[in-house]
């Protein structure tokens, strides 16, 4: 048996299951709890600005590793302000421990100081929400937590610690003091297809005559980076990826068509021509599908879920693969080898058309790619950055703006998580906390930042946090002075009617010098590449800023036409 109080018996319950870095804010509800941290070494606990920083930080965190931190709160205010990052875990299915302090339950509904429904409140945004009503079932609760927010389709567990049991002992037997290794980790018990689906779909996919592969963020969570290759060798299909799928493989391969859904190079023209349409690992929402336009209903879906109530939510699907991703397509390969023979003419003439589309859409975006224009050209900034940062490097896209231009113009040249966008709730703010979260999970990988001035203005003195917890990362604020993405659609729907979307000019390089850190600013594209390899020097030791003046033409703010704009141009079109 083992005297301790509830805060020590949570931290020995998280050792367990191999949770090593944790980020919050205190308050006297989890006292306890950080008293106990402070007296061990294998969980970095990282006092953050904000506790929604900390829920983005612990987001990114899972991302990069795989496995849950931790995002902790007093009750009340701090319990409520991890709604935001609870919710883009949720949507993007990562896995994260809410941890929050609650009232006394001697005193509950009294109206306590800071007491809220907060269970209610982040309901909505969590797979589970776990209330340890009593002390001696905290070990219990703590292994149901990890399993539910590491099983199936991953996801964030709200655990809620009423002050009586955080605060108060009790005597654990040793025998309930342990973990299930499995649960500790994403994909410890991975789901396999069913052979009837897989022969259904290797059926389709050996007569297609224009297959295309569409990749969604599961295939990371699934990392099965080696089954893709190994789908992709044998069935030799056009590759298109959503935001979240991005990285998943490089985009120098063959036959990479790029990003689908709301932005596009060319993929969206082949997943419109396609007569079957593998999707692997995607909700195949708004942003994927740009609003559920590209996808046409008579093409055939074959699509590989390791969430069952996702096959068939939005299109009819003809095979749908209930798997883990990895899994799904190494039974699919299997299926489709005798097959080889029979595709190869119609993989040899889609890997040309990939080629000869490639071709044209490099010539097109040449001028934008290799622009002299002041101020700097989005498509110019994210040419040079990529020229510079090795392939691991990874880049923290922000919401919105960030995001978009990003995902469509920066090839990820290495494998694996090295672009993450948060497109699970997309909240603008998420790309410097995204940054230290993804950081300490990847240690001497280089990790950017990419931000928009107004979400690196809401999350600046991150950077201090940055700093203290030892993650040296390099943020890239794409300053035009404006809420971009607002100032562009409404330049796009309103004729130039602009509203509460510009600010005034801001010394973020001094803001990050206040904080400790280096800043530079770069107004000249010539001076680009530079500035992008003394930052990534500097990134060895402190972060570091990088103010780049891009432009402030709205009419330019976009890297294509928005679907929410088109009825209006083409309004014009036909009134003209």
């Known amino acids: 048996m083992t005297v301790m109080r509830g805060g020590d018996a949570i931290v020995r319950m998280l050792q367990l299951h191999q949770v090593d870095t944790a980020f919050g804010m205190g308050g006297f509800q989890v006292l306890p709890y950080y008293d106990a941290l402070a007296g061990q070494n294998a969980i970095h606990h990282v006092l953050i600005r904000d506790e929604k920083h900390g829920a983005f930080a612990a987001d990114a965190y899972a991302r990069v590793r795989n496995r849950p ?31 929050t302090g609650e009232v006394n339950s001697g005193i ?27 002390i001696e079932r905290l070990p219990e609760q703590i292994r149901r937590a990890t399993t539910i927010a590491n099983g199936g389709r991953p996801g964030p567990v709200h655990i809620n610690v009423p002050e009586e049991v955080c605060h108060g002992t009790y005597d654990f037997p040793e025998d309930d003091l342990y973990a299930d290794p499995e649960s500790s980790v ?15 779909a290797a059926k389709l996919i050996a007569k297609a005559e224009r297959p295309v ?77 740009n609003r559920w336009s590209v996808i046409k209903p008579s093409t055939r879906i074959v699509q590989i879920d390791i969430d069952p109530t996702e096959l068939g939510k939005v299109y009819r699907v003809e095979a749908g693969i209930w798997a883990d991703a990895g899994l799904g397509l190494a039974d699919l390969s299997d299926a ?19 080629a000869a589309r490639r071709t044209r859409w490099l010539a097109v975006s040449e001028g934008s790619r290799r622009s002299d224009e002041r101020p700097i050209h989005m498509h110019r900034l994210l040419d040079e950055l990529r020229r510079v940062l090795p392939p691991e490097a990874i880049i923290v896209a ?16 290495g494998t694996g998580r090295t672009y993450i966008a948060n497109r699970g709730h997309a909240a603008i703010g998420y790309g410097m906390p995204g940054a230290l979260g993804a950081k300490l999970a990847a240690g001497r990988t280089p990790v950017v930042a990419l931000c928009g001035d107004n979400g690196f203005g809401m999350t600046a003195l991150e950077m201090e946090t940055a700093r203290r917890a030892g993650a040296p990362v390099m943020v890239v604020v794409v300053n035009n002075q404006a809420l971009g993405y607002i100032k562009a659609l409404q330049h796009a729907l ?74 209006k141009a083409k309004a014009t079109v036909d009134a003209g």
Request: with cysteine.
């Open 494 to 567: 309103y004729d130039g009617r602009y509203l509460s979307s510009d600010f005034y000019d801001v010394d973020y390089v001094g803001i990050s010098k206040s904080c400790g850190c280096e800043g530079l600013l770069v107004d000249d594209p010539d001076k680009l590449s530079k500035a992008f390899k003394t930052a990534l020097e500097m990134q060895e030791s402190t972060p570091v800023l990088v103010d780049v003046r891009t432009t402030t033409d709205p009419a330019k703010m976009l890297p294509g036409i928005d679907s929410r704009t088109k009825a």
């Open 186 to 200: 994403v994909g410890g018990r991975k789901p396999r297809a069913d052979t009837g689906a897989i022969e259904r």
């Open 398 to 413: 922000d919401g919105g703006f960030a995001a978009h231009w990003s995902a469509l113009l920066y090839d990820a040249t």
């Open 108 to 134: 509950a509904g009294r109206g306590a100081t800071q007491e809220s429904d907060q269970v209610g409140v982040l309901k909505p945004t969590v797979k589970a929400s776990i209330t340890i009503n009593r």
């Open 336 to 354: 489709l080898e005798d097959d080889q023979k029979r595709m190869a003419s119609r993989k040899a003439a889609q890997l040309a058309d990939v």
């Open 69 to 99: 931190a931790v995002a902790d709160a007093t009750l009340g205010p701090g319990a409520t302000n991890l709604v935001s990052g609870a919710a883009e875990s949720f949507g993007a299915s990562l896995p994260m421990l809410l941890l």
């Open 213 to 289: 592969l569409m990749v969604g963020g599961g295939m990371h969570l699934s990392q099965g980076y080696a089954e893709l290759k190994r789908f992709i060798d044998i069935a030799g299909m056009p590759i298109a990826y959503t935001i979240s799928g991005k990285g998943s493989i490089p985009d120098t391969h063959p036959l990479m068509a790029g990003l689908c859904g709301r932005y596009s190079r060319f993929a969206n023209d082949l997943i419109q021509e396609a007569d079957v349409l593998v999707v692997v690992g995607s909700k195949l929402g708004e942003i994927a599908t």
